[in-house]
């Protein structure tokens, strides 16, 4: 071979091996791009699960931060449901609404936060002088802007004032701060509620504030509060909320006699609207409990003309039992209207309850005993007038006792049994049965275990019904002792 033919093959195998060299280049630099694809949207998928973690986190805390008890908290107007709306821009009505996690009386750099005029989250800037309570990450673009410690406690609590219709949770703080806080304080309160009483006194929660300077109030601050109030009595009583104010109110006139005549002058000209409203009756039971026979005087003679509609109701049946209760001389004519219509009251859920009043007067026990011995039966299988006629059984007279028991033992006109198996064996009759063998005398009760004796198979059916198994007791424990 000669040196140009060696020459020559030694350029082909060069060129062939650098052909070579640069393909592997070429697979390595592809291989390569490919690697950093793959790594860079790992890192990208790395970084929104880390955002995402760092914002669930937020939200956590966020959501941990605000459910601290009511009286810790306190947070703005109704109308800022949410710092954040769902396109994430803030609404806002009133600037820089405060949200406080502070003490009763003070509010501090370290437990406020407040929302100021600003349109959303990712505009808030960091500041070296700001704390945040709540947990933070330099990766968590969310940070809210804090109060500065020179906050004014003043502004903030006439802006929670001023939002609290509607809204428990500064209701309950607005009454701790009136109940505990700096004197100061509890004035600012009540000149703002003062001006507005009449609204407050209506609202869901409001009311519970009035009701607190009632209670806690200086007597100046009370009589105020009555004079604001005084040309909205009959309003706030038919209110399901007013009428817990009114009855308030009630206490803090029963101590002051000059506050009892403008009062019963408003309620006087309204009585019959509020003895037949469900919560005007309230306020009548209230001042019943609370004032003098001589103030509520007025009421008898239109409970008297309302006698039969408020029996059959379950606050005007409570208005007539405080009545029999605190005045028996005054109230003749309305148990008598009472009496008269006893054969539908005994059924009746609330009027049977009246009837059970009456008894305790002895001029009426004869009347209505007379009544249950002519319809005992029929009386005992009723659930309500059941109730009515163990109650009597305490107050009968021995030779009402007798004539009683002597009704026990006669056949019922329903089936010929006897009416005492009858009861014994009623789901409310028993009651009744075993009422007699408890309270009445022996010499009662002798003659329905001499039945017993003379009828054993009374008691074999009495042992077998499902009401009759405590009687059957009862029965056998005197039958006992008698051997």
Not at 222 to 234: H, T
Not at 335 to 354: A, F
Not at 372 to 386: G, P, R, V
Not at 444 to 463: E, F, G, P, T
Request: with cysteine.
């Amino acid at each position: 071979m000669t040196d140009d033919d060696f020459e020559t093959e030694q350029n082909l195998l060069g060129s062939i091996l650098s052909s070579k060299f640069h393909q592997q280049i070429l697979v390595n630099d592809e291989n390569e791009h490919q690697d950093q694809k793959k790594l860079s949207v790992s890192d990208e998928c790395n970084q929104a699960q880390t955002q995402t973690k760092l914002l669930r986190q937020y939200n956590f805390q966020t959501a941990d931060t605000f459910s601290k008890s009511f009286e810790q908290i306190s947070l703005g107007s109704d109308q800022i449901c949410s710092p954040i709306s769902p396109d994430q821009k803030l609404k806002y009505k009133n600037p820089g609404v405060c949200t406080s996690f502070s003490s009763d009386n003070q509010t501090s750099l370290e437990n406020s936060m407040i929302f100021g005029n600003v349109c959303c989250f990712d505009y808030f800037s960091i500041q070296s002088d700001q704390f945040s309570p709540i947990y933070y990450s330099q990766n968590n673009p969310i940070w809210p802007q804090y109060q500065k410690s020179n906050q004014n406690l003043d502004i903030q609590l006439e802006i929670d004032i001023e939002n609290m219709c509607g809204n428990q949770v500064l209701s309950r703080k607005v009454q701790k701060i009136f109940e505990t806080g700096q004197t100061n304080q509890r004035q600012q309160i009540f000149w703002k509620v003062q001006a507005n009483c009449q609204e407050f006194s209506k609202d869901i929660f409001g009311n519970y504030l009035i009701q607190k300077i009632l209670e806690k109030g200086t007597l100046q601050q009370q009589i105020q509060i009555f004079k604001q109030l005084q040309p909205y009595v009959v309003e706030l009583s038919k209110n399901t909320f007013g009428c817990r104010v009114i009855q308030k109110l009630i206490d803090i006139i029963s101590k002051n006699d000059h506050l009892i005549v403008p009062f019963i002058q408003e309620i006087k000209q309204n009585i019959k609207s509020l003895l037949t409203d469900q919560n005007g009756k309230y306020v009548i039971l209230k001042c019943l409990e609370n004032l003098s026979i001589d103030v509520v005087r007025f009421i008898l003679k239109p409970t008297e003309e309302l006698g039969f509609h408020m029996c059959d109701s379950q606050y005007g049946c409570k208005i007539i039992q405080k009545l029999i209760d605190n005045y028996p001389k005054q109230v003749d004519t309305l148990v008598q209207i009472c009496i008269t219509n006893q054969n539908l009251l005994y059924k009746s859920q609330h009027g049977n309850h009246i009837l059970q009043y009456a008894i305790k007067l002895p001029k009426y026990l004869d009347i209505i005993a007379n009544y249950i011995l002519n319809h005992l039966e029929n009386l005992c299988f009723n659930k309500y007038a059941s109730n009515t006629v163990e109650d009597i059984l305490k107050y009968l007279t021995p030779k009402l006792k007798n004539n009683f028991v002597q009704i026990l033992m006669k056949p019922s006109e329903n089936n010929g049994m006897f009416i005492f198996l009858n009861l014994a064996i009623n789901p409310f009759g028993n009651y009744v049965v075993k009422k007699v063998l408890q309270i009445f005398d022996q010499e009662h009760k002798q003659q329905l275990v001499d039945l017993m004796k003379q009828n054993l198979r009374l008691l074999y059916l009495i042992k077998q019904s499902e009401y009759g198994q405590r009687i059957y007791i009862l029965l056998t424990t005197q039958l006992n002792d008698q051997n």
